[in-house]
């Protein structure tokens, strides 16, 4: 019944303006109808405080489960009860996957500069609008998040064979991340804030994995370590050139690069080719874009 409170509510309504009505005509039943009006409000007031306090828990089961599973199998596993096997629904297996990286610019300066109380308040408001803005691009909920002080990780996966689906999906992503994202942190933030992105596609496993009864989310393949060579890339692009502006870098592969392009989806500054300088990418090629704020 959670979830027809609306229909509930105009039953007690109904039966108690029948009940009003009915000792017009039956004078007799004045007193047992006064009795089951007032037990159809304290049975009204009962049923929403329960559904409330349901309602509730379920939320609360869904924002811890998100932290572990994908926000669309955290949705499914928090309405069963438990009653469905998560290896049935989420099977630990070979995926195709695209992995953001972003991190902070001057995170160590920073937690000299501000109280821990005040950097606390900032990366809460950071994810608080990261997490809005993926629920609004991805609504199906084909993601992981994970964080860790004021490094930003997401795992973008598949479920189906088109793996140019899930490029564009995460493509999106990130141009509103470096662009009406970034813009927004900057107008409610009152603090520079700079950060840079990494951006890889490719096969790897993914699943629940790790310690046994602590196992989550997790990918184990190159694509997650590419990802957080190209954030750091961007890092020492940004340390050694001052004129770059505020706006987050993104590098990505010649995959994604390539969907990109034929996506349009970063339309007005065009790519710059560069070549990988980090451990394991020296040499390879990839591409940059910055958007300039016009």
Request: hydrophobic share 35%; with cysteine.
């Amino acid at each position: 019944m959670y979830r027809f409170k609306k229909e509930q509510i105009l039953i007690n309504i109904l039966s108690s303006v029948v009940l009003l009505i009915l000792p017009f005509y039956r004078q007799d039943l004045g007193h047992d109808c006064n009795r089951l009006i007032f037990f159809h409000g304290i049975s009204a007031i009962t049923a929403l405080y329960y559904r409330n306090q349901f309602i509730g828990n379920l939320m609360k089961r869904y924002e811890h489960l998100c932290s572990l599973v994908p926000r669309r199998i955290a949705r499914i596993i928090s309405i069963t009860d438990g009653k469905v096997n998560i290896n049935n629904i989420f099977q630990t297996q070979e995926r195709y996957t695209v992995c953001l990286c972003a991190d902070w610019r001057n995170y160590q300066l920073l937690t000299q500069q501000l109280s821990y109380e005040k950097l606390s308040e900032l990366t809460e408001n950071f994810y608080d609008i990261i997490f809005d803005k993926l629920d609004n691009v991805i609504p199906d909920g084909d993601y992981f998040v994970d964080w860790n002080a004021d490094e930003l990780f997401i795992i973008f996966y598949s479920t189906d064979s088109s793996n140019t689906a899930i490029r564009e999906k995460s493509l999106n992503f990130a141009h509103s991340l470096s662009t009406d994202i970034y813009m927004e942190i900057s107008s409610v933030f009152d603090i520079n804030l700079k950060f840079d992105i990494g951006l890889s596609c490719g096969t790897g496993l993914l699943g629940l994995q790790g310690p046994k009864n602590l196992k989550k989310t997790t990918l184990t393949g190159e694509t997650a370590g590419i990802a957080k060579r190209l954030e750091t890339q961007a890092k020492s692009i940004r340390n050694n050139n001052d004129d770059i502006p505020s706006f987050p870098q993104i590098i990505m592969d010649s995959k994604l690069n390539k969907t990109a392009i034929q996506l349009q989806i970063f339309k007005k500054q065009k790519f710059q080719q560069l070549q990988g300088t980090e451990k394991n990418i020296i040499g390879d090629d990839y591409y940059l874009w910055q958007f300039d704020g016009r």
